[in-house]
Protein backbone atom coordinates (compact mmCIF):
# COMPACT_ATOMS: atom_id res chain seq x y z
CA UNK A 1 0.00 0.00 0.00
CA UNK A 2 1.14 3.00 -1.18
CA UNK A 3 0.33 5.04 2.09
CA UNK A 4 3.23 4.07 4.39
CA UNK A 5 6.68 5.87 2.98
CA UNK A 6 9.93 4.77 3.58
CA UNK A 7 13.01 6.56 2.96
CA UNK A 8 15.81 5.74 2.18
CA UNK A 9 14.88 2.90 -0.25
CA UNK A 10 18.43 1.81 -0.68
CA UNK A 11 20.96 2.70 2.13
CA UNK A 12 24.77 2.26 1.79
CA UNK A 13 27.00 2.38 4.94
CA UNK A 14 30.95 1.50 5.89
CA UNK A 15 30.98 -0.21 8.90
CA UNK A 16 31.00 2.14 11.93
CA UNK A 17 29.00 4.51 10.70
CA UNK A 18 25.57 5.31 11.70
CA UNK A 19 21.98 4.63 9.38
CA UNK A 20 18.85 6.54 9.44
CA UNK A 21 15.47 4.81 8.64
CA UNK A 22 12.53 6.91 8.05
CA UNK A 23 9.08 5.78 8.24
CA UNK A 24 5.64 7.85 7.43
CA UNK A 25 2.68 6.01 8.34
CA UNK A 26 -0.59 6.16 6.28
CA UNK A 27 -2.76 9.05 7.27
CA UNK A 28 -4.48 8.52 9.96
CA UNK A 29 -2.88 5.42 11.74
CA UNK A 30 -0.87 6.70 14.99
CA UNK A 31 0.76 3.09 15.11
CA UNK A 32 4.06 2.02 13.91
CA UNK A 33 6.12 -1.30 13.61
CA UNK A 34 9.65 -2.18 12.45
CA UNK A 35 10.07 -5.39 10.92
CA UNK A 36 13.63 -6.79 9.71
CA UNK A 37 14.03 -9.15 6.94
CA UNK A 38 17.43 -11.49 6.34
CA UNK A 39 17.86 -13.81 3.78
CA UNK A 40 15.74 -17.46 4.68
CA UNK A 41 14.60 -15.37 7.74
CA UNK A 42 11.53 -14.29 7.10
CA UNK A 43 10.55 -10.84 9.38
CA UNK A 44 11.22 -10.46 12.52
CA UNK A 45 9.73 -7.98 14.86
CA UNK A 46 11.77 -5.19 16.03
CA UNK A 47 9.53 -2.87 17.74
CA UNK A 48 6.01 -1.02 18.26
CA UNK A 49 5.65 2.22 18.86
CA UNK A 50 2.88 5.19 18.96
CA UNK A 51 3.40 8.80 18.65
CA UNK A 52 5.73 9.44 21.29
CA UNK A 53 5.91 6.35 23.18
CA UNK A 54 7.72 3.00 22.37
CA UNK A 55 5.13 0.14 23.66
CA UNK A 56 7.05 -2.62 22.77
CA UNK A 57 10.94 -3.07 22.07
CA UNK A 58 11.58 -6.71 22.93
CA UNK A 59 13.27 -7.84 19.00
CA UNK A 60 15.49 -4.54 18.84
CA UNK A 61 18.98 -5.57 19.77
CA UNK A 62 20.07 -4.25 22.94
CA UNK A 63 22.79 -2.31 21.66
CA UNK A 64 22.96 0.21 18.77
CA UNK A 65 19.19 0.26 17.87
CA UNK A 66 17.09 2.80 18.56
CA UNK A 67 13.99 3.98 17.63
CA UNK A 68 11.54 7.06 17.65
CA UNK A 69 8.11 7.74 16.91
CA UNK A 70 7.75 12.01 17.55
CA UNK A 71 4.78 13.86 17.77
CA UNK A 72 5.47 15.13 14.43
CA UNK A 73 7.26 13.90 11.66
CA UNK A 74 8.17 10.33 10.50
CA UNK A 75 9.45 7.14 12.97
CA UNK A 76 13.04 6.82 12.61
CA UNK A 77 14.94 3.25 12.92
CA UNK A 78 18.80 4.53 14.01
CA UNK A 79 21.30 1.51 14.12
CA UNK A 80 25.06 3.32 15.54
CA UNK A 81 27.97 1.89 14.41
CA UNK A 82 26.62 -0.31 12.20
CA UNK A 83 28.49 -4.11 10.80
CA UNK A 84 27.89 -6.18 8.67
CA UNK A 85 25.88 -8.30 10.23
CA UNK A 86 22.92 -5.17 9.95
CA UNK A 87 22.79 -5.56 6.15
CA UNK A 88 18.92 -6.20 6.00
CA UNK A 89 15.87 -5.03 4.37
CA UNK A 90 13.98 -2.91 6.75
CA UNK A 91 10.37 -2.56 6.72
CA UNK A 92 8.00 -0.33 8.48
CA UNK A 93 4.37 -1.22 8.71
CA UNK A 94 1.30 1.31 10.42
CA UNK A 95 -2.36 0.65 11.84
CA UNK A 96 -4.83 3.12 12.69
CA UNK A 97 -5.57 1.12 15.91
CA UNK A 98 -3.64 -1.51 17.88
CA UNK A 99 -3.79 -4.06 16.23
CA UNK A 100 -6.37 -6.11 18.35
CA UNK A 101 -8.86 -4.82 16.07
CA UNK A 102 -8.39 -6.05 12.62
CA UNK A 103 -4.82 -7.56 12.74
CA UNK A 104 -4.08 -6.27 9.36
CA UNK A 105 -0.36 -4.24 9.05
CA UNK A 106 -0.20 -2.03 5.96
CA UNK A 107 3.25 -1.87 4.64
CA UNK A 108 5.79 0.23 3.72
CA UNK A 109 8.49 -0.94 0.57
CA UNK A 110 11.30 -0.95 2.76
CA UNK A 111 14.80 0.07 3.09
CA UNK A 112 17.71 -2.03 2.30
CA UNK A 113 20.47 -1.39 4.27
CA UNK A 114 23.68 -2.57 3.02
CA UNK A 115 26.86 -2.43 5.43
CA UNK A 116 30.49 -2.47 3.41
CA UNK B 1 3.98 -17.37 22.48
CA UNK B 2 3.45 -17.81 19.13
CA UNK B 3 5.37 -18.92 16.21
CA UNK B 4 5.18 -19.89 12.65
CA UNK B 5 6.62 -22.72 10.86
CA UNK B 6 6.20 -22.65 6.79
CA UNK B 7 7.94 -25.41 5.07
CA UNK B 8 9.23 -24.87 1.89
CA UNK B 9 11.90 -21.94 1.18
CA UNK B 10 11.65 -22.17 -2.57
CA UNK B 11 8.72 -23.65 -4.30
CA UNK B 12 9.06 -23.74 -7.90
CA UNK B 13 5.90 -24.66 -10.46
CA UNK B 14 4.84 -24.27 -14.25
CA UNK B 15 1.84 -22.21 -15.09
CA UNK B 16 -1.58 -24.09 -14.56
CA UNK B 17 -0.16 -25.84 -12.04
CA UNK B 18 -1.49 -26.02 -8.58
CA UNK B 19 -0.51 -24.49 -5.10
CA UNK B 20 -0.31 -25.31 -1.91
CA UNK B 21 1.91 -23.79 0.59
CA UNK B 22 2.31 -25.10 4.17
CA UNK B 23 2.00 -23.18 6.95
CA UNK B 24 1.98 -24.61 10.98
CA UNK B 25 1.99 -22.15 14.15
CA UNK B 26 2.54 -22.91 17.73
CA UNK B 27 -0.93 -23.35 20.23
CA UNK B 28 -1.54 -20.61 22.08
CA UNK B 29 -5.38 -20.37 22.53
CA UNK B 30 -7.36 -17.57 20.04
CA UNK B 31 -5.81 -17.36 16.87
CA UNK B 32 -5.80 -14.90 14.29
CA UNK B 33 -3.62 -15.74 10.78
CA UNK B 34 -3.04 -13.94 7.80
CA UNK B 35 -1.28 -14.61 4.55
CA UNK B 36 1.14 -12.03 3.07
CA UNK B 37 2.20 -11.40 -0.65
CA UNK B 38 5.52 -9.76 -1.83
CA UNK B 39 6.12 -9.42 -5.03
CA UNK B 40 9.47 -8.74 -6.45
CA UNK B 41 10.22 -4.77 -5.71
CA UNK B 42 6.86 -4.13 -3.90
CA UNK B 43 5.46 -4.05 -0.41
CA UNK B 44 3.81 -6.80 1.53
CA UNK B 45 0.17 -6.83 1.15
CA UNK B 46 -2.45 -8.97 2.78
CA UNK B 47 -3.64 -12.02 0.60
CA UNK B 48 -6.45 -13.21 3.14
CA UNK B 49 -6.89 -13.35 6.94
CA UNK B 50 -8.54 -15.71 9.50
CA UNK B 51 -10.30 -14.49 12.36
CA UNK B 52 -13.07 -17.13 13.57
CA UNK B 53 -15.85 -18.57 11.33
CA UNK B 54 -15.38 -21.01 8.49
CA UNK B 55 -12.22 -21.89 8.26
CA UNK B 56 -12.28 -21.81 4.79
CA UNK B 57 -11.13 -18.67 3.57
CA UNK B 58 -10.80 -16.92 0.10
CA UNK B 59 -8.46 -14.12 -0.88
CA UNK B 60 -7.44 -11.92 -3.43
CA UNK B 61 -6.69 -12.95 -7.06
CA UNK B 62 -7.47 -16.60 -6.20
CA UNK B 63 -6.20 -17.36 -3.31
CA UNK B 64 -7.77 -19.72 -0.16
CA UNK B 65 -6.51 -20.63 3.12
CA UNK B 66 -8.34 -23.09 5.29
CA UNK B 67 -7.69 -23.50 9.02
CA UNK B 68 -7.31 -26.78 10.55
CA UNK B 69 -7.24 -26.11 14.39
CA UNK B 70 -6.40 -30.44 14.56
CA UNK B 71 -3.61 -30.09 12.68
CA UNK B 72 -2.02 -26.19 13.71
CA UNK B 73 -2.51 -25.36 10.17
CA UNK B 74 -3.53 -22.43 8.23
CA UNK B 75 -2.20 -23.98 4.10
CA UNK B 76 -2.27 -21.74 1.53
CA UNK B 77 -4.16 -22.71 -2.40
CA UNK B 78 -4.34 -22.12 -5.79
CA UNK B 79 -5.94 -24.34 -7.72
CA UNK B 80 -3.93 -22.78 -10.92
CA UNK B 81 -1.17 -20.60 -10.51
CA UNK B 82 -0.14 -18.06 -13.13
CA UNK B 83 3.84 -16.33 -13.86
CA UNK B 84 2.34 -13.04 -12.38
CA UNK B 85 2.00 -15.41 -8.56
CA UNK B 86 5.93 -14.99 -8.53
CA UNK B 87 6.28 -13.89 -5.31
CA UNK B 88 7.43 -14.60 -1.49
CA UNK B 89 4.36 -15.85 0.93
CA UNK B 90 4.55 -14.99 4.37
CA UNK B 91 2.37 -16.77 6.87
CA UNK B 92 1.86 -14.84 9.88
CA UNK B 93 0.12 -14.99 13.58
CA UNK B 94 -0.94 -12.78 15.89
CA UNK B 95 0.80 -13.08 19.32
CA UNK B 96 -0.85 -11.74 22.26
CA UNK B 97 1.16 -10.73 24.53
CA UNK B 98 1.57 -7.52 26.64
CA UNK B 99 -1.76 -6.72 27.09
CA UNK B 100 -1.65 -5.59 23.01
CA UNK B 101 -0.95 -8.10 19.73
CA UNK B 102 1.98 -7.95 17.28
CA UNK B 103 2.46 -9.81 13.76
CA UNK B 104 4.64 -12.63 13.76
CA UNK B 105 5.94 -14.03 10.71
CA UNK B 106 7.12 -17.22 9.15
CA UNK B 107 10.12 -17.43 7.29
CA UNK B 108 8.45 -17.28 4.10
CA UNK B 109 8.21 -19.16 0.54
CA UNK B 110 9.63 -18.18 -2.21
CA UNK B 111 7.61 -19.07 -5.71
CA UNK B 112 8.83 -19.31 -9.05
CA UNK B 113 5.90 -19.70 -11.77
CA UNK B 114 7.85 -20.62 -15.33
CA UNK B 115 6.00 -20.19 -18.23
Known amino acids: NAGVMQNPRHLVRRRGQEARLRCSPMKGHSHVYWYRQLPEEGLKFMVYLQKENIIDESGMPKERFSAEFPKEGPSILRIQQVVRGDSAAYFC??????????????FGEGSRLTVL | AQSVSQHNHHVILSEAASLELGCNYS??????LFWYVQYPGQHLQLLLKYFSGDPLVKGIKGFEAEFIKSKFSFNLRKPSVQWSDTAEYFCAVISFSGGYNKLIFGAGTRLAVHP
Open chain 1, 93 to 106: ASSPLGQANTGELF
Open chain 2, 27 to 32: YGGTVN
